[in-house]
């Protein structure tokens, strides 16, 4: 059993060969004419100059916190200084995927362009393609990293460790990849909306041009801005989750290593069960990519909801007898229930099951009310008709009502897979759900590939059949990165509150007790930060797009080429092909008058300016709080993180998603009450506002906040063992409660981990 740990890191390489073979198809194909393969390198440079300055502040963050870490780690019990190895590995390995994400999809861009000028079938595997290369590279990336710290803690330095510090020591591997990805996502999220916002209200309203014609000063900025947002922080968000869903799983499966059933041939199951099981999703996600293909029947939705079905039904097969050979059939703890019952390895089966099912149906009710044609979208569009304000509302008030269905959900979820296996089965199911990731990621990050093949096309004012694959790929892509993102808020849920579990049996806490002022206390605070952090990534956007406004209606007004081609373009209403030669001409010689780079800087500076207050909140806070107000203050305040940060989240993505495909029903021409709207039209403003205004809500503050509700909850478990209570503490406590008639309270019998001294060999 203890020997399987040894092939997981082979898992891993296996999906390293497929992303390298997967990478070596992409750059085969053809790039296109010399223009587009010059607009697709203004791109890839535009963000690779953003990662590269990016990572040079995270560097020194990385540095900052990892002497701290030093420090704190070497003075108290259980735990070393081999966690700074741990927690700069994190680090290094969650740039490392947003890296991978980001140089696979400034290759597809262009080629998916290209692609669509023959076939939508050829253009959507070569997005697809660039897709799974950052999912598979995510996912092989985190069991790597897992799985071969483990193997050297466990059997090469740390023979003598024992598991409560070898566990200790991993878990800040989670604490490097969740700073990464917060900033990552802050940073990225700000970077792309400035441009975006820009891009839309100077180009659309204003100029009337669309947001990627090549006059738009903007346009460049805005397609950096989809691959360091959305690809590169949605694969740092992700990687995240992944790991720290399975650090969670292995701390509270550490419970039952000590009793009987495990001692006899499962000793280390249910520690490396959680890692086997991400292992398998690598493969059954690899095997998922091969049926997706756009069929006679079937558009691009369709064929990657059948790879992504497929992958998962596979997974449901294997994993339960996965799960039958790293456990006993049954045994009997108190260590997760608080009181003594008899679990199976078919109880943990079904919590996966419940992990895979809440994840597919959180997906498909944002799916509902986000994709284009749905009728909650649908009544964003009517109530468009009589201005951006009514707009708005409609767009409040959906996100608003979205949280329901999402919420009871995870509810039912959470109450089903803790009667199934306690706060085990809840870990479980958070890992089950991210063990599909690799194919799930795919998808999502096919989304800014096809939005960058759609804007490279504009920008060649390519023929209007090739735009309309393009966009409808880029529509099929705003679906599926809005799928991404509540499944990213379900997995974010569970993996916080299995975080949460496993904090409390690092701190030795038994219970919380909101009635206590200083739990309470803690519980409000908590409950206003997801608030405040909103507010400053917002302000954030709002600052930097204010810059790009200004810069843009410079360029609109300052370069005389400039603004002699938006006066043909106003007066035809963006559309060329009834132009006269004259007016060509004067089009043409417009053509690279944009000072593109000028706002490329500013977003660049803007976001690299404004992610630290928000990033270092994060990690400041929880560690504040725990120090200064106890362990029980801190799990107050994570309580409070949890409910309001899950519920924010669903709101502002879904109230983004939905301005979004709103805006583009009306683009596509949309009929209401007999009259027909289309780009230009007063209606299309009106969408254009709102959208304006759901940029920044789905694509920097809503899904920063998943982050930011798992980096605390893994800040305070890497902090743990130093705020812990006494089991004296505990054991006075409950007397303290005990009515003058005493009622005998049976203590559990388990050991924590911080008492657990089984030595693994």
Request: proline letters at 4%.
């Amino acid at each position: 059993m203890e020997n399987l740990v040894y092939y997981l890191p082979i898992l891993a390489i296996l999906g390293f060969l497929f992303i390298g073979w997967k990478t070596a198809w992409v750059n085969k194909q053809p790039q296109g004419s010399e223009k587009m393969q010059k607009i697709a390198s203004h791109i890839r440079e535009g963000a690779m100059a953003f990662l590269k300055a990016e990572y040079k502040y995270l560097a020194i963050f990385v540095i900052a916190v990892g002497v701290l870490l030093y420090f704190k780690s070497t003075t108290e019990p259980d735990s070393n200084g081999f966690v700074v190895v741990s927690f700069i590995t994190g680090a290094l390995f969650s740039g490392l995927a947003g890296f991978i994400g980001l140089s696979i999809a400034t290759r597809a861009n262009s080629r998916t362009t290209q692609a669509a000028r023959t076939s939508l079938g050829k253009a959507l595997a070569i997005a697809f393609s660039g897709g799974s290369v950052m999912g598979i590279g995510v996912v092989s990336l985190g069991v790597f990293g897992l799985s071969l710290l483990f193997v050297i803690y466990n059997y090469v330095i740390g023979v003598e460790w024992d598991l409560a510090m070898v566990l200790n020591v991993i878990s800040s591997f989670s604490l490097g990849a969740s700073s990464i990805a917060l900033f990552a996502r802050v940073g990225g999220g700000i970077y792309t909306k400035a441009a975006d916002v820009g891009a839309d209200l100077v180009g659309k309203v204003e100029a009337g041009i669309p947001e990627d014609h090549p006059l738009n000063p903007a346009t460049i900025a805005d397609n950096v801005g989809d691959n360091v947002g959305d690809v590169a922080g949605m694969g740092a968000d992700l990687f995240e989750s992944f790991v720290g869903s399975i650090i969670a799983a292995m701390v509270l499966g550490a419970s039952f290593v000590m009793l009987t059933p495990f001692q006899e041939g499962f000793t280390l199951g249910p520690v490396i069960l959680p890692m086997a099981l991400a292992g398998l999703g690598i493969l059954t996600s690899i095997i998922g990519t091969f049926f997706v293909r756009v069929t006679k029947k079937g558009g691009p939705q369709k064929a990657l909801n059948k790879g992504e079905f497929i992958s998962m039904g596979i997974m449901v097969v294997i994993s339960y007898f996965l799960i039958d050979w790293f456990l006993p059939e049954s045994w009997t703890s108190d260590a997760v229930m608080g009181s003594e019952q008899t679990f199976t390895s078919l109880n943990i089966f079904a919590a996966t099951i419940v992990g895979l099912a809440i994840g597919l149906a959180i997906g498909k009710i944002t799916e509902y009310y986000t994709s284009t044609g749905t009728r909650p979208v649908k009544g964003i569009v009517n109530k468009s008709m009589t201005g951006p304000a009514t707009n708005i509302i409609a767009g409040v008030e959906l996100g608003m009502k979205s949280t329901a269905l999402p919420v009871l959900g995870l509810a039912i979820a959470i109450i089903i897979s803790y009667s199934f296996a306690g706060l085990y089965g809840i870990a479980i199911a958070a890992v089950a759900m991210l063990s599909n990731m690799g194919i799930q990621l795919a998808i999502d990050a096919y989304g800014p590939i096809a939005d960058n093949a759609g804007g490279i096309a504009e920008m060649n004012e390519l023929p209007p059949d090739v735009r309309e694959k393009t966009d409808k790929l880029d529509a099929v892509g705003n679906t599926t990165a809005a799928i991404g993102k509540g499944f990213a808020i379900a997995s974010a849920t569970l993996t916080a509150l299995a975080l949460f579990s496993a904090f409390m049996k690092q701190a030795n806490i038994d219970h919380i007790d909101i009635a206590q002022p200083s739990i309470m206390a803690g519980l409000l605070v908590g409950g206003m930060l997801p608030f405040l952090f909103s507010s400053m990534a917002l302000g954030a956007v709002g600052r930097a797009s204010t810059s790009m406004i200004e810069e843009v209606r410079k360029q609109f007004s300052s370069i005389p080429k400039l603004t002699e081609a938006l006066k043909v373009l106003k007066k035809y209403n963006g559309d060329t092909s009834s132009v006269t030669e004259e007016e060509q001409q004067t089009l043409d010689n417009a053509e690279g008058s944009a000072k593109y780079q000028e706002c490329v800087k500013i977003s660049t500076e803007s976001s690299l300016k404004e992610m630290i207050l928000p990033g270092t909140l994060a990690v400041v806070a929880p560690a504040l709080v725990g120090y200064l107000g106890g362990a029980q203050m801190l799990g107050g305040l994570l309580a409070g993180v949890v409910v309001t940060g899950v519920l924010l989240a669903i709101y502002q993505a879904n109230s983004g998603g939905a301005w979004d495909n709103a805006k583009k029903m009306v683009e596509e021409g949309y009929e209401y009450k007999g009259e027909y709207y289309e780009k230009g039209s007063d209606a299309h403003k009106a969408t254009v506002v709102g959208d304006t205004v759901g940029d920044p809500f789905k694509d920097t503050s809503g899904p920063s906040l998943n982050i930011l509700i798992k980096l605390m909850s893994v800040v305070a478990l890497v902090i743990a063992p130093g705020i812990a209570i006494d089991s004296d503490s505990n054991d006075q406590a409950a007397k303290e409660k005990q009515p003058e008639k005493e009622i005998k309270v049976d203590k559990p019998q388990e050991a924590t981990l911080s008492e657990n001294t089984y030595k693994m060999k």
